[in-house]
């Protein structure tokens, strides 16, 4: 039996505000992606690759997701889908 062990992070207030910063960031990109899925045409939503792939785009267009780094940016997309999978499957029961 495999234990993760947890430990309790006490940082100090300038790094507790810059981790909250890039939450926020990661919270702006997460919105921004259910925002392009849902003006998109039924019959024409993006996949996950496709929005990956507009993530460059995105970065220069507004400077704040360059902050973030792309590997992050991709699996804040990846949440969006694998949330949206998990309600789906949840609508069919």
């Known amino acids: 039996m495999e ?20 939450l926020d960031v990661h919270r702006q990109l997460y919105n921004h992606v259910r925002w392009d899925y849902e003006q998109a045409p039924e019959d024409n ?13 995105w970065k220069r267009k507004w400077p704040v997701f ?3 780094h792309s590997k992050a940016a991709q699996a804040t997309v ?14 069919e029961k």
Request: hydrophobic fraction near 20%; proline fraction near 6%; avoid cysteine.
């Open 45 to 57: 939503k993006p996949s996950e690759y496709d929005q990956n792939n507009k993530l460059p785009d």
């Open 66 to 68: 360059s902050k973030l």
């Open 3 to 22: 234990h993760s062990h947890r430990y309790h992070a006490y940082p100090t207030q300038e790094v507790a505000a810059g981790l909250e910063h890039h």
């Open 78 to 91: 990846a949440r969006f889908y694998r949330n949206l999978s998990n309600l789906r499957k949840k609508k």
